[in-house]
């Protein structure tokens, strides 16, 4: 059963402050991914990596930036948290395999930013 | 970029009626469509997904449909029961196995009335 893990389930934090996302999974998968959720406009995509050391934008990557070291960590990284990355942040993995893109998520960190 | 509609953004139904979500794509390039549910307090797990080789694919009582010359694809729930009761997520794609890059609709809200 895969599994993958966030470190944190709720934060509060001030504003300037900067923020670590921590996310594992289990399933030695090649891609892992970083989403925020926010009511009404879905999941969107902020960074992914689909190997060690590697990253690429998603659509929303201003603010934000990752790490990954090693294969089953993926580390978000908020430089200066802001009142408007107040949100649910989504962490998820998948292997790289042609006969499935299923996405497996964590069970999200609900940000809070005063 | 993708970009995907979805509608309606809620959606209440009578326990043992059908319901029906749809979604519109923009990328004529897109050839992977799932679908995820998230119930209350829980993360995103996809349910069903979809290639763009085929125009429609079934799983018990859920069922999707493409429409590649319209763009648009659909969700449908047959004899609907309370646990169906949970967010809905389109979402689609131009499948890549190194980082398939997943573009979410903004979710449908389905409450299902005993």
């Known amino acids: 059963d895969v599994k993958v893990t966030q470190s944190s389930r709720y934060l509060v934090k001030r504003t300037g402050e900067k923020v670590f996302l921590e996310c594992v999974q289990d399933?030695?998968?090649?891609?892992m991914f970083w989403y925020r959720q926010d009511p009404g406009l879905g999941l969107r995509l902020i960074y992914f990596?689909?190997?060690?050391?590697?990253?690429e934008k998603g659509d929303i990557p201003e603010g934000y930036s990752v790490s990954r070291e090693k294969k089953e960590r993926f580390s978000l990284i908020l430089e200066s948290a802001s009142t408007n990355q107040t949100s649910m942040y989504l962490c998820?993995?998948?292997?790289?395999?042609?006969?499935?893109?299923?996405?497996?998520f964590g069970e999200g960190s609900r940000l809070t930013v005063l | 970029g993708e970009n995907v509609e979805q509608h309606p953004s809620t959606l209440s139904v009578q326990e043992g009626d059908s319901a029906v979500i749809k979604c519109t794509y923009s990328?004529?390039?897109?050839?992977?469509f799932p679908w995820y549910k998230q119930e209350l307090g829980k993360r995103p797990q996809l349910i069903i997904d979809?290639?763009?080789?085929?125009g429609e694919k079934k799983d018990q009582r859920i069922a999707v449909t493409l429409n590649k010359t319209a763009k648009h694809f659909s969700l449908h729930i047959t004899e609907t029961q309370p646990e169906d009761s949970a967010v809905y997520f389109c979402?689609?794609?131009?499948?890549?196995?190194?980082?398939?890059?997943?573009?979410f609709g903004g979710g449908t809200r389905v409450l299902v009335k005993p």
């Open positions: 998820a993995s998948s292997p790289a395999a042609m006969n499935t893109g299923e996405l497996f």
């Open positions: 399933m030695d998968h090649e891609n």
């Open positions: 990596s689909y190997d060690v050391k590697m990253k």
């Open positions: 990328d004529s390039a897109s050839n992977y």
């Open positions: 979809i290639r763009s080789n085929v």
């Open positions: 979402a689609a794609s131009i499948f890549k196995a190194a980082g398939n890059k997943l573009t």
